[in-house]
């Protein structure tokens, strides 16, 4: 258990409609960021937050946002859902601001299946 | 963006070592090299990472070579938990992971 938790653990839904996936990170965590994994894409770096502010865009579509809370949970919103969005979504949390000297902890993930 | 290479896939028996290549040839000065490996249905799982150092902890080691260019992971005792797909990642300037295809290891009872 890496202290990361994601809900839903699955969601189906249907194209064009608009679904929001939560993250809780480690308890001192300030960081969070978004991945998506899917069949032909890989593992792919969507966003990062950082004690409230974004620190970090990768390959996250204009459909796509994110925020971090105050209590530093973050939601990521995915919107005009189409086929191609079903993946697993996972979030991961560390303590620092940058990636490079920081271990990040994964989450459980979030099953999206677009129907 | 900085980019990895590494083979598809390697098998290893089990209770010997395993050394997992990793090939980085356009690393700059200030990427770290971390290695995650996520297991089936699961997320990814932190291994090891460094910078200019061979590291040790735990679960593996990390030896890195004198130009940074490449990199091998070693699992000094492959158990049947060990296999999965693991991941070489380099940072770069804009915080990012990228993690690649991995590698998938297969361990033969």
């Known amino acids: 258990d890496s202290g990361v938790t994601q809900t839903p653990k699955h969601l189906i839904t249907a194209t064009g409609q608009r679904v929001t996936l939560r993250c809780s990170p480690r308890?001192?965590?300030?960081?969070v960021y978004w991945y998506q994994q899917s069949l032909d894409q890989g593992l792919q770096f969507l966003i990062q937050?950082?004690?409230?502010?974004?620190?970090a865009k990768g390959n996250i579509l204009e459909r796509f946002s994110a925020q971090q809370f105050p209590d530093l949970h973050s939601e990521l919103n995915l919107s005009s859902l189409e086929l191609g969005d079903s993946a697993l979504y996972f979030c991961?949390?560390?303590?620092?601001?940058?990636?490079?000297?920081?271990?990040?902890?994964f989450g459980p993930g979030t099953r999206l299946t677009v129907l | 963006d900085a980019k990895t290479t590494q083979p598809n896939s390697m098998e290893s028996n089990e209770e010997e070592p395993v050394h997992l290549p990793c090939n980085h040839s356009?690393?700059?000065?200030?990427?770290?090299i971390h290695w995650y490996r996520q297991l089936p249905s699961q997320g990814p799982e932190y291994v090891i990472h460094?910078?200019?150092s061979n590291v040790n902890n735990r679960m593996a080691s990390l030896a890195i070579a004198e130009d940074r260019k490449s990199s091998t992971l070693i699992l000094h005792r492959a158990t049947l938990r060990d296999a999965a797909v693991y991941y070489c990642?380099?940072?770069?300037?804009?915080?990012?992971?990228?993690f690649g295809t991995g590698t998938s290891l297969t361990v033969i009872p």
């Open positions: 991961a949390s560390s303590v620092q601001g940058r990636a490079g000297g920081a271990e990040q902890f």
């Open positions: 308890s001192g965590d300030l960081s």
């Open positions: 937050y950082y004690n409230g502010e974004e620190r």
């Open positions: 990642i380099l940072t770069n300037t804009g915080n990012q992971f990228y």
């Open positions: 356009t690393i700059s000065g200030t990427d770290y």
């Open positions: 460094g910078l200019t």
